[in-house]
């Protein structure tokens, strides 16, 4: 196939219209076809530039994720090229370093990879473009020929703890606990399972409604180190706790868990880590469910 006219990325791409199409394209003759991004497809037909802003797709950062761009053909297969882009600072382009996270071909089929969303990306919603070109390299703005882009509106998340650190660095137990929303699930890494999350110098403290989330078998601990308690719960706040095992510190009372607000525990365990004092101080509302054990 040869070339069928041209079409135009404009605007430093991300304002305004994102691109002006020139008539001459002939978009039909390839086109990306399907885009499933953590196993979430998106089958669309013929076109030279498609959004889909509606349905933000949600990342959190730290996390990978799988995916397979497919691409549809009219007159027979056709090498393309695949470039992918996210705004990862959110400042309205992708010219900042690591802001193109896959590229490959040139293929005549479904290309696959892994997208990671780096612990430094701003939490927000914002734009991810995905690019096809026929027989050359896409840019992210430009001018060039044959091919597809398509835009997702893709929501950053700081719900991952992806560190065993103890600091106010992003991925940390800490800061993630601090940057979720209120009532937001706070996931962890498979990268931590069978980990000891170790807490310095000073107990974390609920300041809104905290959802420690572990998956099922995944044997990850959290642990006082130099801090006296892991976790206090002021009067009006909340947290829940699911799969973890929490081991308390020096503290007389509570030194893993001190609970004068609402605390909910599933599956989980709390440990003293010594023989003398409790390791759950509960002043407050307590619901326990599944397999829970706590050694006072």
């Known amino acids: 196939g040869g070339q069928q006219g041209t079409f135009t990325i404009t605007r430093s791409c991300y304002s305004g219209p994102f ?5 001459g394209r002939d978009p039909s003759l390839e086109w990306i076809q399907d885009v499933n991004f953590n196993s979430d497809p998106n089958l669309s037909g013929s076109s030279s530039y498609s959004e889909y802003l509606d349905s933000p797709l949600t990342v959190s950062r730290g996390g990978s994720y ?7 053909f009219l007159q027979g297969t056709r090498n393309e090229y695949y470039k992918v882009w996210i705004d990862l600072n959110h400042d309205g382009d992708f010219s900042d370093g690591g802001e193109q996270v896959f590229s490959a071909g040139p293929s005549t089929t ?9 612990v430094t990306a701003t939490k927000a919603t914002t734009r991810m473009r ?20 398509e835009d997702y509106a893709l929501n950053i998340r700081c719900n991952l703890v992806t560190s065993t ?19 937001e699930d706070i996931l962890f890494a498979s990268t931590l399972n069978n980990q000891i999350l170790l807490i310095n110098s000073t107990q974390l403290t609920v300041d809104g409604q905290w959802k420690w989330m572990a998956t099922a078998g995944s044997n990850i601990e959290i642990k006082a180190n130099t801090a006296t308690r ?17 081991t308390g510190g020096t ?27 409790t390791a759950l101080r ?15």
């Open 19 to 23: 691109y002006c199409m020139s008539s």
């Open 66 to 72: 799988p995916i397979t761009i497919t691409p549809g």
């Open 110 to 118: 479904s290309v696959s990879g892994t997208i990671t969303i780096p």
């Open 130 to 149: 995905v690019s096809m070109r026929y027989n050359g390299i896409p840019s992210s703005c430009g001018t060039y020929g044959n091919g597809e882009v």
């Open 165 to 183: 650190l103890d600091n106010t660095g992003n991925g940390t137990l800490r800061n993630v606990s601090a940057c979720a929303d209120d009532g």
């Open 230 to 246: 892991v976790l206090n719960i002021p009067a009006g706040f909340s947290a829940e706790i699911q799969n973890l095992k929490i």
């Open 251 to 277: 503290a007389t009372n509570g030194s893993a868990i001190d609970n004068l607000g609402t605390l909910t525990l599933r599956d989980s365990k709390i440990y003293r880590a010594a023989s003398t004092g």
């Open 282 to 296: 509960n002043k407050g509302p307590l619901t326990v469910y599944g397999n829970c054990e706590i050694r006072n």
